[in-house]
């Protein structure tokens, strides 16, 4: 892969090295989501439960997580259901965590979207939380999907609008449902835009409170990029539903 050609690459590089050692970050991931997943953006822990009733429970099921950062969520979800955990993302740093931190039934993989590939593995459950945005061809890698699916297996994203998606008339008019329409795929949705718009507010007083433990530690300047993350919610839920939009989509093979 050509790093440099990467959007984000090195940002998310530094962002894993220092949800790593800081103390802070972890301590407003479970303030502000209920978990910590080293989240980048709006994986509450209440969006990932949603997933848990999609986990064949009798027999040892195959989950992969795309843009799976350090795998604390697929370490949380191997916790509550026993399944083989795999994981595939572009930070080498973030793959270095989640090797170090899940060594049992997982495999971690280093690569981007549209070059890692499951020739011998077919899933009951894939999941991408905020990172369908960065395929390079989402029809392509839509594609790709359905064909690491099991018959009968789901796919399972959240999926923003607003920041580097565009905001769309509704949840059926968005570059992926759009996408999924041209295929003839099925898909379920669900509207958490007002979750969403509450967790911001969450995650603007989790950091707040938590302002002199990441000064502390030399964060500052991640201390800062969390609270301007939040000011999507400097306005009225009403005002900020129409720039803003979260849904999940479910997708059965
Ligand atoms: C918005 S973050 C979401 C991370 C995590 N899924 C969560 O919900 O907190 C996007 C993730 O995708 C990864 N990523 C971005 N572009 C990628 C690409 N082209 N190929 C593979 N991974 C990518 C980033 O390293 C990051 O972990």
């Known amino acids: 892969m050509e790093k440099d050609d990467l959007l ?8 894993y090295l220092m949800a790593k050692d800081s103390e802070a970050f972890k301590h407003f991931c479970r303030k502000a989501f209920g978990e910590d997943f080293s989240q980048d953006g709006f994986s509450d822990v209440s969006q990932v439960d949603r997933i848990i009733p999609f986990i064949p429970k009798d027999k040892k099921a195959h989950i992969l997580d795309i843009g799976c950062g350090n795998g604390k969520l697929l370490g949380y979800l191997q916790k509550k259901t026993g399944a083989y955990i795999y994981g595939f993302d572009y930070s080498g740093n973030a793959i270095k965590t989640a090797k170090e931190l899940y060594e049992k039934d997982s495999e971690f993989t280093q690569g981007c979207i549209g070059e ?3 020739p011998e593995v077919k899933f009951d459950v894939i999941i991408s939380m905020d990172t369908m945005y960065f395929a390079p061809d989402m029809s392509a890698f839509v594609d790709q999907i359905m064909k690491w699916l ?13 920041d580097v998606m565009p905001k769309t008339a509704d949840e059926n008019t968005s570059v992926l449902a759009m996408i999924l329409k041209d295929k ?12 969403s718009y509450d967790l911001l507010l969450r995650k603007r007083e989790a950091a707040l409170s938590l302002k ?4 502390k530690e030399g964060n500052a300047e991640w201390f800062e990029m969390l609270v301007a993350q939040t000011d999507y919610a400097d306005k009225p839920f009403d005002e900020y539903k129409k720039e803003m939009a979260r ?5 059965r093979a």
Request: charged share 30%; with cysteine; net charge negative.
């Open 8 to 15: 984000f690459y090195n940002e998310y590089e530094q962002f």
């Open 116 to 118: 890692v590939d499951y």
């Open 150 to 162: 099991k018959k009968g297996g789901v796919f399972f994203t959240c999926y923003q609008e607003g």
């Open 184 to 195: 003839k795929i099925d898909y379920d949705c669900i509207d958490i835009t007002k979750e």
């Open 212 to 215: 002199e433990e990441f000064v």
């Open 247 to 251: 849904y999940i989509y479910t997708v």
